[in-house]
């Protein structure tokens, strides 16, 4: 296996977990891992739709390695593609993650002479992918974002010595995998300031493709206003309940917020709607379904991206498809003004941009929006066209195929030198009791399971 003592503790932690556990059936030469159950409402699983897509279309097959839940079938097989989810309910997150960590080795186990590329997203993924001295296939992280950072707002409890475990992880794999691949230029520069490469990194955005336009759904208000996406703390749902509150002239138009999570998690911004009064003109909708969501964006007069000022958004970054769908189908979209969002409108003529956190700022630049109608028909027809130039899906399978042919991802990698040290106590040490119970935000989602792997 591994000399390497990240590794080899991790590995003996899960060595308890790893037994009757679902192994592929097929001979695959790609793999794919995400710590994310899919597929779900989250726009984390339009990225893996697509990402893995591209991977397996490359290599001409493939195995996605993924969380499931009490819905969706551990097992699946579909045009050469098979899906394997855990789906043990573990509580502690921290924990879910180790057993996670276990299936993957057992699969990696039965792969391993056969696999060519492996992809991951998180390090829960990525500590199994890279346990073998030995192994032959190409590594390919993929950090679209870094639990060191994301999971203190989701758990406040969590302390610092678990969060520099937790980035001991991330370093482990960013540097030990062969490529890095992120979706946001942001993104990127934190990482070479962390010490990776700027040689090994690939920046590959995240795209949208305009689509199929829908009948208006018959339950939609004449005027609105939309966000949709998850209710992280990050996102900023607080501060655009609280501009929408100082839009109260406004009384002909709504807000609708399409979230991606189960609607009990809504209930903190349901009671703020309230307490601002404002809760008569919010229509909520949990979970859509992807015919549905697209509904209600395409007949938005314009949808808001309200991201805060956090470490997630300023230090990390991300490439919010939030916006870039949008765009896609010609809806405005009024942002937050940080650099990860001028990645994407990075001219008026595409989008409006106000500073975070302010909601009186926030419902000025909507109000301006509402009075100037041939304005916004302006920026929906640029924006649509800026993202068929610069961001499609099929921009991005084209930039990952680069990747791969100009990386020589055809198996066959060295592995490199372990990076890191730790002692046998490692994972014994960490405060899994900040992981117990439901976090502040949301992690997982649940979603109807379409016919086949490539529908989209």
Not at 146 to 172: M, N, V
Not at 238 to 266: G, N, P, R, Y
Not at 324 to 338: D, F, Q
Not at 360 to 381: F, N, T
Request: hydrophobic share 40%.
């Amino acid at each position: 296996m591994t000399d390497d003592p990240i590794v080899g503790n991790l590995m003996r932690h899960q060595s308890r977990i790893i037994m009757n556990m679902i192994s592929p059936q097929l001979d695959q030469p790609s793999l794919y891992a995400a710590f994310d159950v899919f597929p779900s409402a989250k726009g984390s699983a339009t990225h893996i739709h697509h990402a893995a897509r591209h991977l397996f279309e490359f290599k001409q097959g493939g195995l996605l390695f993924a969380l499931g839940n009490d819905v969706l079938p551990n097992y699946q097989e579909d045009k050469g593609v098979e899906i394997i989810r855990f789906s043990r309910p573990v509580p502690n997150f921290l924990r879910r993650t180790m057993q996670f960590g276990g299936h993957l080795a057992s699969c990696l186990s039965a792969q391993a002479e056969h696999l060519k590329i492996c992809q991951f997203r998180d390090p829960w993924s990525g500590i199994p992918i890279l346990a073998q001295n030995d192994r032959r296939y190409h590594t390919v992280y993929e950090v679209n974002g870094l639990p060191s950072i994301e999971l203190p707002a989701l758990y406040p409890k969590l302390g610092q010595r678990t969060q520099a475990k937790i980035r001991a992880l991330e370093q482990h794999c960013y540097m030990q995998s062969d490529r890095v691949v992120t979706p946001s230029q942001h993104i990127a520069q934190h990482l070479v300031a962390q010490g990776v490469p700027e040689s090994k990194i690939s920046v590959i955005a995240n795209g949208a493709d305009s689509s199929q336009r829908c009948a208006k759904n018959p339950h939609a208000p004449e005027r609105y206003l939309l966000y949709f996406g998850a209710l992280q703390p990050w996102q900023g749902v607080d501060v655009l309940l609280k501009a929408f509150a100082q839009l109260a002239d406004l009384t002909t138009w709504h807000l609708v917020i399409c979230s991606s999570i189960k609607s009990a998690k809504e209930q903190p911004y349901r009671k703020l709607a309230e307490k601002l009064g404002v809760a008569e003109r919010v229509i909520w909708q949990s979970q859509l379904p992807k015919d549905q969501l697209a509904s209600w964006l395409q007949h938005a007069y314009l949808t808001v991206a309200p991201l805060t000022t956090c470490e997630r958004n300023v230090q990390q970054g991300c490439c919010p498809l939030k916006i870039l769908e949008s765009m896609a189908v010609g809806v405005p979209v009024v942002a937050s003004n940080l650099p990860v969002v001028q990645e994407i409108i990075s001219s008026p003529l595409l989008g409006r941009l106000v500073p975070p956190d302010r909601p009186s700022d926030l419902a000025r630049a909507i109000r301006v929006l509402i009075e100037s109608p041939e304005q916004v028909a302006h920026i929906g027809k640029q924006a649509r066209r800026h993202i068929q130039s610069h961001f499609s899906w099929q921009h991005n399978q084209d930039k990952t195929r680069q990747m791969y042919q100009d990386h020589h991802c055809q198996g066959g990698a060295p592995a490199q030198q372990a990076v890191l040290s730790i002692g046998q106590d490692y994972y014994d040490a960490f405060d899994y009791q900040s992981f117990d119970g439901e976090p502040g935000g949301h992690m997982d989602a649940d979603a109807e399971l379409g016919a086949s792997f490539f529908d989209s």
